[in-house]
């Protein structure tokens, strides 16, 4: 299997910890416990985070602790997910995507919508 070498396994991982890490800042737990559940899955296989690539439930594999942390995580992401929708931290950071408007708050117009 050639899309399995080490570095595109490399470039698997840091795509999830980058995701992870972007989603936490920005505070979406939601997509972020989505995000940690596609790492789990993927390192249960040996995908990320492994040497080898197959099913790591060997006693022999210390690779399966990968998949149990990522499930860890998930859990503790909904339930701040949870805590978030019922509005006991903070929502999730919302940032204007439109060109026009932060070009008026360098310019100093500040307009409202």
């Known amino acids: 299997?050639?899309?399995l070498t080490l570095p595109v396994v490399?470039?698997?991982k840091a795509l999830f910890n980058t995701d992870i890490l972007m989603y936490i800042i920005d505070r979406k737990f939601l997509s972020d416990t989505v995000w940690s559940v596609l790492a789990g899955f993927f390192s249960l296989f040996g995908l990320i985070n492994a040497s080898n690539v197959g099913i790591l439930l060997n006693t022999k594999d210390d690779d399966w602790r990968f998949c149990v942390v990522y499930?860890?995580?998930a859990i503790l992401l909904l339930?701040?997910?949870i805590v978030q929708r019922k509005q006991w931290i903070k929502g999730p950071e919302?940032?204007?995507?439109d060109l026009s408007s932060v070009l008026n708050r360098l310019?100093?117009?500040e307009s409202k919508h």
């Open 1 to 3: 299997m050639v899309w």
């Open 10 to 12: 490399h470039c698997y």
């Open 71 to 73: 499930t860890m995580l």
């Open 79 to 81: 339930l701040l997910g």
């Open 94 to 97: 919302t940032e204007s995507d």
């Open 107 to 109: 310019n100093g117009n």
